[in-house]
């Protein structure tokens, strides 16, 4: 099974600062298809996940440019140009590559200074 | 809008039983895979099922293997989780998630409460 390790666990930003989230797999996540099915989730407090990014760095529906996604492999980061307040939460990557069982990071949790 | 509405969670007790609803709106539901995605409190995320578009392959997390068994209707536009001998560790939010090489859209989850 693939291991999804993401780092940090916690990460206090100031507003209007950038913030990275690196994630780990214990596997490429490279299908056999030359696709790579790495996606991140932001989960507001009180909320449901939320897909922000697919197959490494393509926005979802409705997602402001402010988020990014970069990395090949197993090795793969979030960026947040300029956090605002509404990004506090936790934010999880998930892969869908090598299935079953499908399987996400332990989440980071980001919150304002 | 594609809409994913839970229903059927409760406290029981374990060693008991439970079925999980999962309503689909705003999409062609017999086209998509869909999963069951559940959140112990204060915890990440764990996968514990997906199945097939058609309903022809299902698979499981092996922390429920041969307790959990999740089924669609897609007359209906329904997925359903029927979870036995239900474990105090069970205790979470069941959230009901549409694939698509991942996961794109979420329901707002039902919560189980396993307890005695």
């Known amino acids: 099974d693939i291991v999804m390790t993401q780092t940090p666990l916690s990460s206090p930003v100031t507003l209007g600062q950038p913030a990275s989230i690196s994630c780990r797999s214990s596997q490429s996540l490279v299908h056999s298809d030359g696709n790579t099915y790495l996606s991140w989730l932001q989960q507001r407090p009180g909320q449901p996940p939320r897909l922000l990014i697919y197959k490494i760095s393509n926005r979802f529906s409705g997602v402001p440019d402010r988020f990014s996604g970069s990395g090949a492999g197993t090795d793969f980061t979030l960026k947040i140009s300029r956090v605002e307040a509404e990004d506090v939460g936790v934010y999880y990557c998930m892969q869908a590559t090598q299935i079953p069982p499908y399987s996400f990071g332990q989440g980071t949790k980001l919150e304002i200074k | 809008q594609v809409q994913l509405v839970e229903s059927g969670g409760g406290v029981v007790q374990p060693g008991r039983s439970l079925r999980l609803s999962c309503e689909a709106s705003g999409f062609t539901f017999s086209s998509y895979g869909m999963h069951w995605v559940r959140q112990a409190p204060g915890k990440g995320l764990e996968w514990v099922a997906v199945?097939?578009?058609?309903?022809?392959?299902?698979f499981y997390a092996d922390s429920v293997k041969g307790r959990f068994t999740i089924s669609r209707d897609n007359s209906k536009n329904m997925l359903y989780l029927q979870m036995n001998s239900l474990r105090a560790e069970d205790t979470a939010v069941y959230y009901c998630?549409?694939?698509?090489?991942?996961?794109?859209?979420w329901g707002q989850g039902t919560l189980v409460t396993g307890s005695s």
């Open positions: 199945i097939w578009f058609d309903g022809s392959k299902k």
């Open positions: 998630a549409r694939d698509n090489w991942g996961i794109d859209y």
